[in-house]
């Protein structure tokens, strides 16, 4: 019953609720801390639920009438129509119609999904087997993010959500994000966000982001990707400018790699 109660109220209340993780007995999306994102719940919640709502009601309605008024004592010499233009017309065509609606706002946000504003900062993110690498091409820091051990997790971090680095980027920023692999198919996702983009061997997908609120966002490896797949987490921190600021000359010194000279790239090209 308390279950019960506490999915209805999580219904109810859902987007009251602060939650840039999943939380136990959730339901629904997370909260959306970007445009996008929000786009994907107003999609969600206000055209899709209504659509799928009303026509479960209509074919349970249809098979509870079938079922009650066709009955064998009621009904005891069946019709013996096979064909009938009118319906046939009609159950083609409406669900037609109902595909067009919803696809007109879902291309929308789609195609507003795959035009990258001017980007602010670019990241790099490469799916390796089981962690993520991250880099911030402009900036030379090149960093591992690991996944924190059950035992060694720290007040406040989530199990199997928490890294010993994470991206930071800055609040309210246009963040381009190239993702790639190394070895099979991983995919990058951060359900706050409404970012999801597969990390395939040999190719760069590119997604972006622009979060709108200070805090720490939790996604997973979204494509199963080996015995580990659980265990590589992606935490983003959306920090302040100068919080920012401080992070990257503090990460540079800590993440710092050996730049690569012009004819060491050649000699790396010509291999
Ligand atoms: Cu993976």
Redesign the pocket.
Known sequence: MKKILFIISSIVFASSAIANQPKEWQLGFQNAASEGMRDIVNFHNNLLLPIIIAISVFVLFLMIYASVRFRASRNPNPSKTTHNVAVEVLWTLIPCLILIVMAVPSFKILYKQDTIPKADLTIKAV?Y??YWGYEYPDENVIFESYMIKEEDLKENQPRLLAVDNEVVVPVNKVVKVLITAND????WALPSFGVKRD?VPGRINETWFKAEKVGTYYGQ?S?L??IQ?AF?PIAVRVVSDEEYAEWLSDAKIKFAKEPILENENKKIASK
């Not at 099979?184 to 995919?187: D, N, P």
């Open positions: 799916g087997q089981w099979v198919l991983h995919a990390a490896c494509e990707c080996g797949h590589m």
